[in-house]
């Protein structure tokens, strides 16, 4: 079982705003990096650190952090989004990463 | 920029050793920022870190695989390597590779390689 955990899946509706969330007793500690997974593909970096987009990521994507939670938010979310989002961070010893079990975004 | 290809065989008996190289271009595998490392994803199922490794040859694994895990460099080739020892068919996934940062506060991975199919049957 995953120390960070995600919901399975989320939908949105085209041009409306979601937000992902991951939960983790690390997440208290640590920032999470998040991913985009289409299918077939290899993973995306897509945010990482406090609210860090790396080069070509669109200023729709978004993070935050609060608590135990991580939360990707998507302001304006486009058909192109749709894919699965993974978390992750560290395990609860501070020294191993982890992964989220991941979240099916379907936009509507 | 800085790309990584998996390679290595795509079919591996039960019991046998998986072996997987990585190639990394356009950037040194020798450089002090990073880390190297491994994720799989069987299919249809979520992403699983397997490990890292640092320039310095110091690594790092997931406690799960710990003990059939291993990670090694090959400076003089831009490459890292992947060892699984006594695999079964819960080892069938794809395979990524991967560098990664990591600092006091957070970790993440980019950029990764395409990845590799690795299906464990006799």
């Known amino acids: 079982s995953s120390e960070m955990t995600q919901d399975p899946a989320v939908s949105v509706a085209l041009g409306q705003t979601v937000r992902i969330t991951c939960q983790g007793d690390?997440?208290?500690?640590?920032?999470a990096s998040w991913y985009q997974q289409k299918p077939g593909q290899a993973p995306v970096l897509v945010l990482y650190g406090t609210n860090n987009r790396p080069s070509g990521i669109p200023d729709r994507f978004s993070g935050s952090s609060s608590g135990n939670t991580a939360s990707l938010t998507i302001t304006g979310a486009q058909a192109e989004d749709e894919a699965d989002y993974y978390c992750n961070s560290r395990d609860s010893s501070g020294r191993h990463w982890v992964f989220g079990g991941g979240t099916k975004l379907t936009v509507l | 920029q800085v790309q990584l290809q998996e390679s290595g065989p795509g079919l591996v008996k039960p019991s046998q050793t998986l072996s997987l190289t990585c190639t990394v271009s356009g950037g040194s595998i020798r450089s002090d920022n990073y880390y190297w490392s491994w994720i799989r994803q069987p299919a249809g199922k979520g992403l699983e870190w397997i490990g890292r490794?640092?320039?310095?040859?110091?690594?790092n694994y997931n406690p799960s695989l710990k003990s059939r895990v291993s990670l090694s460099l090959d400076t003089s080739k831009n490459q890292f390597s992947l060892k699984l020892t006594s695999v079964t068919a819960a080892d069938t996934a794809v395979y990524y590779c991967?560098?990664?940062?990591?600092?006091?506060?957070?970790?993440?991975?980019?950029?990764w390689g395409q990845g590799t199919l690795v299906t464990v049957s006799s």
């Open positions: 991967a560098r990664a940062y990591s600092n006091y506060e957070t970790n993440w991975f980019d950029p």
């Open positions: 690390s997440l208290r500690s640590y920032y």
């Open positions: 490794i640092f320039t310095s040859g110091s690594t």
